[in-house]
Nanobody, 121 residues
Framework: QVQLVESGGGLVQAGGSLRLSCGASGRTFSPYAMGWFRQAPGKEREGVSCIDNDDSTKYSDSVKGRFTISRDNAKNTVYLQMNSLKPEDTGVYYC???????????????WGQGTQVTVSS
């Protein structure tokens, strides 16, 4: 089992920045692919970004150039730096982990509880 805890969400004005963190425990962190997903009210959960165990990354078109994912295996933590935030980035952001899957589909085995990000216009 892998336990994931997100932090760093909050309320920010459009154009601002936030840095989300996701701490992992329970298993060795480095072999896992990690993903960030978000879900807005009334919408399906969508993939935002992911990072594989070899540090390769993917981004959704909606956040490419504004968000940056990174990981620190020594701290068992994955980050999502979000810049130039827009109101449409509002939602609950979830961290996810999987030892086999890597990508922006929400098929990961382990999920955190989520952290709310609200971007005001």
């Amino acid at each position: 089992q892998v336990q994931l805890v997100e932090s760093g969400g909050g309320l920010v004005q459009a154009g601002g920045s936030l840095r989300l963190s996701c701490g992992a425990s329970g298993r060795t962190f480095s072999p896992y692919a990690m993903g960030w997903f978000r879900q807005a009210p009334g919408k399906e959960r969508e993939g935002v970004s992911c990072i594989d165990n070899d540090d390769s990354t993917k981004y959704s078109d909606s956040v490419k150039g504004r968000f940056t994912i990174s990981r620190d295996n020594a701290k068992n933590t994955v980050y999502l730096q979000m810049n130039s935030l827009k109101p449409e980035d509002t939602g609950v952001y979830y961290c996810a982990a999987d030892q086999l899957d890597y990508g922006l589909d929400p098929t990961y085995d382990y999920w955190g509880q989520g952290t709310q990000v609200t971007v005001s216009s």
